[in-house]
């Protein structure tokens, strides 16, 4: 994998950009994670599956993320709760939600611990990309 860490010293992380962080509690530690919740969103999520809902200042009644890049044999991990985002705050999930240790489990990013986006993915080779499972939510 390549990473880029070039891009957020002159634009700001987006949703749906698949990232690599320094875990805030240990800095030694990168992951990679989606970005779901942006600076100034209230993230609620609720459901068993669970249904993720963004509400922010251009959509104050909230619209649902629609994630159709996860397996619904994935879903799992912590439901039923609302994150309000400070600015220069993320929430961040791993795609595979049944196992991953993301901001449902330690908390909101702060974009300090964001070191790039995933450039490239070189292995496997029969996955090979630019900007690898990038998404762009229609809001």
């Given amino acids: 994998m ?26 030694s530690r990168a992951l990679i994670k989606r970005v779901i919740g942006l600076p100034g969103d209230t993230v609620t999520l609720s459901g068993p599956n669970p249904t993720i809902t963004i509400t922010d200042a251009a959509h104050p009644n909230g619209f649902v993320l629609n994630e159709p890049y996860i397996d619904p ?10 994150y309000t985002l400070g600015p220069d705050q993320y929430f961040v999930m791993g795609d ?19 070191v790039g986006r995933v450039l490239l993915r070189l292995y496997p080779f029969n996955q090979l990309g630019i900007l690898p499972a990038e998404e762009r939510y229609q809001q």
């Avoid at 390549?2 to 800095?27: C, H, K, N, S």
């Avoid at 489990?105 to 964001?114: C, H, N, S, V, Y």
């Fill in 73 to 82: 044999n994935n879903y799992g991990g912590i439901t039923d709760t609302r």
């Fill in 96 to 114: 595979n939600r049944k196992v991953s240790a993301d901001s449902r489990t330690w908390g909101i990013l702060p974009r300090a611990d964001i």
């Fill in 2 to 27: 390549i990473v880029d860490r070039l891009t957020y010293d002159f634009e700001t992380p987006q949703r749906g950009d698949v990232i690599v962080l320094d875990l805030p509690q240990q800095t």
